[in-house]
């Protein structure tokens, strides 16, 4: 099924909704590889694939702090600074209070992240390509959101598994760089440092 949804050849459905629809039921089979599969303990497995993928294309951007909580960006214990003058002197504060607590930070090694391979890629794949069809994002954005997929789904692995978190971060060096020699994306991003705003191309 999920290999015929992805098949670009298939024509689109006709109500583009049922992009929304569909997301809903990738969502959750998808992060542990079924909807029978539990992670195994050890770990914590991430958000659902297809709502970084709403997030990510096309750019979906907070429009506070408070905003940013509700989308995912900061978690419950990120602190909120009001007044952006006070931002350093807070941060200095905590830092230096850290350091006074014999704060180490924690071993990669002991954060493995849930990859959930083939399975979970071919289901952001399907959701990829039904944006495309109703127009929620554009060509090169469908180019760039196959990339975020790859590094999401931890490649192309035979089986969801725990990796390590520097085995994704090769991944998203990898796609990021490939990007970045691409002029669609120099266009992008002169576009934002010049206008603070995503570029359409």
């Known amino acids: 099924m999920d290999a015929l949804l992805a098949d670009p050849s298939i024509a689109p459905p006709s109500d583009s909704r049922l992009f929304s629809e569909q997301v809903l039921r990738l969502e959750a089979p998808f992060l542990c590889g079924s909807p029978d599969e539990a992670p195994p303990a050890g770990g914590k497995a991430p958000a659902g694939p297809p709502r970084a993928l709403v997030l990510a294309n096309p750019a979906k951007v907070s429009e506070s702090a408070a905003h940013a909580r509700q989308l995912g960006f900061l978690t419950d214990h990120d602190r909120i600074v009001m007044n952006g003058d006070h931002v350093i002197g807070q941060a200095k504060r905590i830092a230096l209070q850290l350091v006074a607590d014999g704060y180490t930070p924690p071993n990669p090694q002991d954060r493995p992240i849930y990859a959930i391979g083939q399975r979970g890629k071919a289901a952001m794949l399907t959701a990829i390509k039904q944006m495309e069809w109703g127009r929620f994002i554009s060509p090169y954005d ?28 090769d991944l998203e060096r990898e796609a990021f760089m490939s990007l970045l020699g691409e002029k669609k994306t120099q266009e992008r991003i002169a576009h934002t440092l010049q206008t603070g705003k995503p570029l359409r191309n």
């Not at 180019?143 to 520097?166: C, M, N, Y």
């Open 142 to 169: 469908a180019h760039i959101a196959r990339k975020l997929a790859h590094v999401l789904a931890g490649g192309d692995l035979s089986a969801p598994q725990w990796v390590p978190e520097q085995y994704i971060l």
